[in-house]
């Protein structure tokens, strides 16, 4: 299995409060997003990172920022959290471009009440 | 827009049956094609993979899937299923034009009945 962690697992959390989630690998992958998966919507992208310090945007990104500042960390972080914000996120690692493969965490389950 | 399409929510097979997941994709060239496999409480994880030449391609747990261009499909299969193999299945593929991201389809939830 890829070298991916997530943290925290599960998190309960209250409206208007920031959350971040944070994504370790040791794959020393180019790679990293972040999605988030609920019933009938399979998985959605966030936001994703190509390199340290480079980000932009996926389908869903509103209410939503990340950061980069080192190759194996990969920060989610909800500015002001809502109730539609409730949701498990994953992350996933990409080595390269060409093949698309990318390789997924465990997934963090985030409850906003 | 490029899509992927799982026109089964729900499937339910016995245990020893043969099973068919389909997928539907929406694009001009050949894709890359994924299908990935996420037991409850887990990450997802790559059964198989399509990039280019035996249409016909094997993976992991004794899965295949064949891509059919006429169709526009990627069809999973297993000929015989196990109870182990009740999970949610997914199909993913690149958009046109984006090489480093996936578009997901909504998902197949297996259930096996003993």
């Known amino acids: 299995d890829a070298g991916i962690t997530q943290s925290p697992r599960h998190k309960v959390t209250e409206t208007g409060t920031p959350v971040t989630l944070r994504c370790h690998q040791t794959e020393n992958h180019r790679y990293m997003y972040w999605y988030r998966q609920d019933p009938g919507h399979g998985l959605r992208l966030i936001h994703y990172s190509y390199g340290v310090k480079d980000t932009d945007k996926g389908e869903v990104s509103d209410g939503y920022s990340v950061s980069r500042s080192k190759t194996e960390d990969f920060l989610l972080t909800l500015e002001s959290a809502t109730s539609s914000q409730t949701s498990v996120y994953f992350c996933?690692?990409?080595?390269?471009?060409?093949?698309?493969?990318?390789?997924f965490g465990p997934g963090t389950r985030l409850t906003v009440t | 827009a490029q899509s992927v399409t799982q026109p089964d929510i729900h499937i339910t097979v016995s245990e020893g049956a043969s099973l068919e997941l389909r997928c539907n994709y929406s694009y001009g060239a050949t894709p890359y094609l994924f299908w990935y496999v996420q037991s409850p409480g887990q990450g997802l994880q790559l059964l198989l993979k399509y990039f280019s030449g035996d249409t016909l391609v094997q993976g992991i747990k004794g899965f295949e899937a064949e891509f059919k261009r006429s169709q526009s499909s990627f069809n999973l299969r297993k000929p015989s299923v196990h109870w182990s193999d009740a999970a949610e299945y997914f199909c993913?593929?690149?958009?046109?034009?984006?090489?480093?991201?996936?578009?997901f389809g909504t998902g197949t939830l297996l259930a096996v009945q003993p």
């Open positions: 993913a593929a690149p958009p046109s034009g984006a090489t480093n991201k996936l578009i």
């Open positions: 996933a690692i990409s080595e390269s471009d060409r093949d698309h493969e990318q390789y």
